[in-house]
């Protein structure tokens, strides 16, 4: 999508430049989208409108070509990047807002001996520009960290990933050790990673499988009774 | 009794076939008693296509062989390749990874619990780790993406399966290119030589062709741990 001629951002409309933040976002070109996001700043746009409507919508569309085999793992990684680099400039201010409030807190962790955490951070970027506020336990969690972080965050929805065969049946651990505390009924649990699918989230008796970032995101606000 | 032996497939992964001609070769197999048929290594990034792969293999040749050898680990199929096989009575390797087999399941675990973070790799690997990491990755293009595939990870462990200084000094630069320590194991050929040995002693392939006399250096123990 990048065009020969540069574009000067602070020349464009605002519909026209929020198009453009949007194919920068999809050709991952971090400063771009830091600036175009910077000037919408400037022209008064609200932070929770620039993440939904346009930093959320552009990864929405390279998730929906990543899963299409348009695009592949480095470039979803780049746009990622712009992502946060946006996202970035917005997290303060979205802090500071009175009229922002969170939609729910969303608890996510990579599973014990698992070190891979590229689908789990893009999960949560994704589920932090839905408006989650999210819990990040980071890599390697036993099932006694996702019970310290229940107790402690109250979360509306357990999320879990996992990249090796290996380490999947883990989240069947933790979804057993909830239920024997009495805690699934009352908690979703999400699991997600690139060798699960469906019937293996079926087996383990766990809420719902999140095939991609967006789509996890997605899923999550409708658990949450977010987008009827 | 050369008239009566079984008619014995492998399907393997393209970074296990020098190996396994190797050890054809060395248990004296007669390459038409053991047919070797390869899929791309290429797979190894993309586990979402090897069972597909292996299945239109097995689709062509099921019907021509007594029996079926898949040389590959789990490798990330998320159960898929173990479904297909039962489907069509064939059997695989034990083990997540090749890496696992080749060092054997308890020394991988030893290497694992000792550190997590550890990023495994071969002969194969280290010949081809510029086309399959690099380029694989996508490190070529996005060099900056080498912090977010290896931020959990602390050390490449170089299983060798052959003692060859170049490759060893190949891994290391290797690892210094990734910023990670390095450790160095020469495990021979494992539960690869183990396995392959025992299928073809069930099936009577044994001295199918004149046997190679060096069979001992197949497992040895050499060990380096280099801090980049």
């Not at chain 1, 949007?22 to 620039?50: H, P, T």
Request: charged share 25%; hydrophobic share 40%.
């Amino acid at each position: 999508m990048s065009d020969e001629e540069d574009i000067i951002l602070r020349d464009l409309n605002d519909n026209d430049l929020v198009d453009q933040i949007k194919d920068d976002l999809y050709d991952g070109l971090k400063d771009e989208v830091f600036e175009g996001v910077e000037i919408l700043l400037e022209r008064k746009w609200e932070a929770n409108l620039i993440l939904s409507d346009v930093l959320v919508e552009a990864m929405r569309i390279v998730g929906i070509d990543f899963r299409d085999g348009i695009l592949f793992v480095p470039e979803v990684l780049q746009c990622a990047g712009a992502m946060k680099g946006g996202m970035g400039q917005l997290r303060p201010i979205l802090a500071a807002s009175d009229a922002q409030t969170s939609v729910g807190k969303f608890v996510i962790g990579t599973v014990k001996g698992d070190i891979h955490d590229i689908g789990k951070n893009l999960v949560g970027m994704m589920l932090e520009g839905a408006g989650f506020e999210v819990i990040d336990l980071g890599i390697n969690n036993p099932v006694e960290n996702y019970l310290a972080a229940i107790d402690e965050h109250k979360p509306d929805i357990l999320g879990m990933s996992a990249l090796l065969t290996t380490t999947m049946p883990y989240m069947g651990l933790v979804i057993e050790e909830l239920d024997k505390r009495n805690i699934l009924k009352e908690l979703p649990v999400m699991v997600g990673g690139a060798p699960l699918n469906q019937e293996f989230a079926d087996a383990i008796n766990a809420h719902s499988y999140g095939r991609d970032a967006a789509m996890s995101a997605e899923m999550a606000r409708t658990i949450i009774g977010k987008n009827s | 009794m050369s008239a009566q032996r079984h008619k014995c497939l492998i399907i393997a992964c393209g970074a296990l076939a020098k190996e396994i001609v190797y050890l054809r070769r060395h248990l004296g197999v007669a390459d038409e008693a053991l047919t070797l048929k390869c899929l791309p290594a290429e797979f190894h990034n993309t586990p979402q296509k090897i069972a597909p792969g292996v299945e239109a293999l097995l689709k062509e040749h099921r019907k021509h062989y007594d029996r079926v050898l898949v040389a590959y680990g789990e490798c990330g199929t998320g159960g898929a390749l173990d479904t297909l096989l039962k489907q069509y009575d064939a059997e695989r390797l034990p083990g997540a990874h090749c890496y696992e087999f080749f060092a054997g399941a308890a020394q991988f675990e030893q290497i694992v619990e000792a550190e997590i973070g550890s990023f495994f790799l071969t002969d194969y690997l280290v010949k081809n780790f510029d086309r399959l990491v690099i380029k694989g990755l996508g490190l070529d293009r996005y060099p900056e993406l080498t912090s977010v595939y290896f931020n959990n990870y602390k050390q490449v462990v170089y299983l060798a399966q052959n003692e060859d200084e170049a490759l060893k000094q190949k891994a290391l630069g290797a690892a210094r290119q990734l910023d990670l320590d390095f450790l160095y194991k020469r495990v021979g050929y494992g539960d690869l030589a183990t396995e392959l040995e025992a299928f073809v002693q069930e099936e009577g392939l044994c001295g199918s062709a004149h046997k190679d006399q060096q069979t001992r250096q197949l497992k040895t123990k050499d060990e380096d741990h280099v801090s980049c």
